[in-house]
């Protein structure tokens, strides 16, 4: 995709996407917590040997060169795109897989009707309902400006 800059005649190209891409220094720090001594136990313990840190230590090269070029290595900014679609894929792949409940698009018709009265009941001495009441007989503010000053 292609953006044209209204002052001048230069083309600058943005990637589809190009939001996913995360602070250079995100994926400097995975990598190095991915590779730690404490997260290599943990790696063991949970699955019996180390994990493959290595598409975190690409990340952290594609971005840098992505940034480095302002925005012109196209293939470097779109090899990160894809690592993050992947892995945002990979964490929802038990949501997306789940066919036990039957997913609603909208909210139930009667969400929004009272409680029933023996919930209400229990809810009348509550900490919820005495700090509302309190804020009830609170003075409000009117509209006014306030303004912190740090000496």
Known sequence: MT???????DTKF?????????PCSVYKDEYDDCTSIKARFHQYFIHGESVDCTQWHNDFRNCVRYEESNGNDL????????SEEERRLKRFKGHYGNTVWKKRKNPPEDWSKP???????????????????????MPKLDDEKQYCLIM
Do not use: C
């Open 14 to 22: 943005v990637l589809k996407d190009s939001w996913s891409i995360r």
């Open 3 to 9: 953006e044209t800059d209204e002052n001048s005649n």
């Open 75 to 82: 293939a470097a900014g779109q090899a990160v795109i894809d």
């Open 115 to 137: 409680l029933p009265d023996w919930l209400e009941k229990r809810y009348e001495n509550s900490y919820l309902s005495l700090k509302m009441e309190t804020e009830s007989k």
